[in-house]
Nanobody, 116 residues
Framework: QVQLVESGGGLVQPGGSLRLSCAASGFTFSRYAMSWYRQAPGKERELVATITSIGRSTNYAGSMKGRFTISRDNAKNTVYLQKNSLQPEATAVYFC?????????WGQGTQVTVSA
């Protein structure tokens, strides 16, 4: 069955870095655009970044531009999200999303907490 499994979250000190991973299985990964979303406490889920199916193009939500880097490795069926200089406002559950014209799949999310 379709699975998206996020990893790499945890407790990070302000100014630290993180690299989230999302391992996909159960579908043809290279035919899906992949995105990262996040949901902070008490807020709606919001888009962070999207990468096209073969990774030629990336798109970042306005406030996220220049702060995150999305990438993918189709040989490993994995998408990544890199963030440096983390601040407490980055605290959220980060979700992986796979999308094509017919289907949309979500992971369970990974918690990122930025705190001293």
């Amino acid at each position: 069955q379709v699975q998206l499994v996020e990893s790499g979250g945890g407790l990070v000190q302000p100014g630290g870095s993180l690299r989230l991973s999302c391992a996909a299985s159960g579908f043809t990964f290279s035919r899906y655009a992949m995105s990262w979303y996040r949901q902070a406490p008490g807020k709606e889920r919001e888009l962070v970044a999207t990468i096209t199916s073969i990774g030629r193009s990336t798109n970042y939500a306005g406030s996220m531009k220049g702060r995150f880097t999305i990438s993918r490795d189709n040989a490993k069926n994995t998408v990544y999200l890199q963030k440096n200089s983390l601040q407490p406002e980055a605290t959220a559950v980060y979700f992986c999303n796979a999308r094509n014209l017919l289907n949309r799949h979500w992971g369970q999310g990974t918690q990122v907490t930025v705190s001293a």
